[in-house]
């Protein structure tokens, strides 16, 4: 057994198959950090304090969670950490559906759904309302002997979340290795010179100067846009690179923080701890316990 890689899982659909559904009562989570070429969705009820990692986040859920992940090296597992529930119900799915444009799912009554599926290659988190409005259709779908219908109820769960508002995207679009997607062409603009620029200073006034406006309006044009202020969006690019780095390099964490765009390392130790919830170190550590190969 060796430490720091992530299992790469070979799942139980084969070539045919385009569902694989498991549904499970237990009292624990044992099963390491892993990523896998399908997409998944996973429901977990009845388990507080149990530590959710997908990808650099790392967050303890409630008493439901239901998460979507469309990466296929998108590393994810859910730890017992403080948990003590006896009766954890988690249903999984793991489906093979190509969503891509020159398939039945490119026509319009399906935009949604191609959305919902580009954004959770970072892994999507649906809020409450949206997990009660499917949970019927999730605690049977296990029951359904024909492929057909249970093909037809999971298609409708899914459907069903891409029309929720409220989803949360989980890993970071550098850390998934996601492309920008914006429905402005400056703004897009402004992202991928980002995205090719984050290790050095980027200005307020160059931004500005790409999108051609003035800083005040570009400002208020950015954040109307992306709900971040520019400043806000840098940092988070630059911690998803440095998270990224901290899992698959053994660059020094100094290094890794001058890297990515962090003028000194106090400066990044800080804000890495402020953003994620410890220090570079930590999440470095937390991330090797839990990798194994098998």
């Known amino acids: 057994m060796v430490e720091s890689k992530v299992i790469h899982e070979i799942t139980q659909l084969t070539g045919k198959d385009v569902l694989y559904i498991a549904e499970r009562r237990k009292k624990e989570f044992t099963y390491p950090i892993h990523n896998h070429q399908v997409f998944e969705l996973n429901f977990v009820e009845h388990a507080p304090g149990v530590r959710r990692i997908v990808g650099d986040s790392n967050e303890v859920i409630g008493d439901y969670d239901l998460v979507l992940i469309t990466g296929p090296d998108l590393e994810h597992v859910w730890e017992q950490n403080t948990c003590n529930s006896e009766d954890i ?26 959305k919902m599926m580009h954004e959770a290659k970072k892994g999507l988190c649906f809020p409450m309302d949206a997990i009660m409005k499917v949970y019927p259709m999730l605690c049977t779908l296990s029951t359904i002997k024909d492929g057909f219908y249970a093909f037809q109820q999971f298609l409708t769960i899914l459907y069903e979340l891409s029309l929720c508002p409220g989803a949360r995207a989980l890993a970071t679009s550098s850390y998934a290795n996601v492309e920008v997607a914006s429905d402005s062409r400056r703004v897009l603009k402004v992202k991928n010179y980002i995205n090719q620029n984050y290790m050095n200073e980027i200005r307020l006034n160059d931004m500005a100067d790409i999108a051609g406006m003035s800083p005040s309006a570009f400002s208020r044009f950015f954040k109307l846009h992306t709900g971040r202020n520019l400043t806000d969006y840098i940092i988070d690019m630059r911690l998803g690179y440095a998270s990224r780095m901290l899992v698959d390099s053994t660059h020094s964490i100094a290094e890794i923080g001058y890297g990515c765009g962090f003028n000194n390392l106090s400066n990044f130790n800080r804000i890495f701890r402020k953003k994620k ?18």
Not at 94 to 103: E, L, V
């Open 277 to 294: 919830g410890c220090s570079p170190s930590e999440f470095r550590e937390n991330y090797h316990k839990t990798r194994i190969i098998v």
């Open 89 to 114: 119900h988690e249903i999984t799915v793991h489906f093979d559906i190509d969503f891509s444009d020159d398939t039945i799912f490119g026509r319009n009554p399906f935009r949604s759904l191609q």
